[in-house]
Nanobody, 128 residues
Framework: HVQLVESGGGSVQAGGSLRLRCASS????????MGWFRQFPGKEREGVVV????????HYAPTVLGRFTISQIVWNNTSYLQMNKLKPEDTATYYC?????????????????????WGQGTQVTVSS
């Protein structure tokens, strides 16, 4: 079965950087997209970035564009989220996701829950 394990979260001061890692296994052939989502306390989970597993077509949320970068190592099923210039409003639980998607831009807005697998989440805290 599909497993996604995030690591790399932690605490950092505003302006700092963190790199999150997602190790995946058991991926099925229909899972053609990978992404990162985040959830603020009391809020719905929201998309940060989604790309095809083959890479090259990332779609970012406007709030992170230019600061966050997704990269994927296809041969070992690993996805990274490099987060630079972090702000206190980036404080959230970050989730890795693998999914079947028509296009990354659509999955960013509304990933189909029946076609998406989630990691357990990793906490990112940015202090001012």
């Amino acid at each position: 079965h599909v497993q996604l394990v995030e690591s790399g979260g932690g605490s950092v001061q505003a302006g700092g950087s963190l790199r999150l890692r997602c190790a995946s296994s058991g991926m099925t052939v229909n899972m053609n997209c990978m992404g990162w989502f985040r959830q603020f306390p009391g809020k719905e989970r929201e998309g940060v970035v989604v790309d095809y597993t083959s890479g090259g077509h990332p779609h970012y949320a406007p709030t992170v564009l230019g600061r966050f970068t997704i990269s994927q190592i296809v041969w070992n099923n690993t996805s990274y989220l490099q987060m630079n210039k972090l702000k206190p409003e980036d404080t959230a639980t970050y989730y890795c996701a693998a999914m079947s998607c028509i296009h990354p831009s659509l999955a960013l807005q509304d990933p189909r829950q029946d076609l998406t697998k989630w990691g357990q989440g990793t906490q990112v805290t940015v202090s001012s």
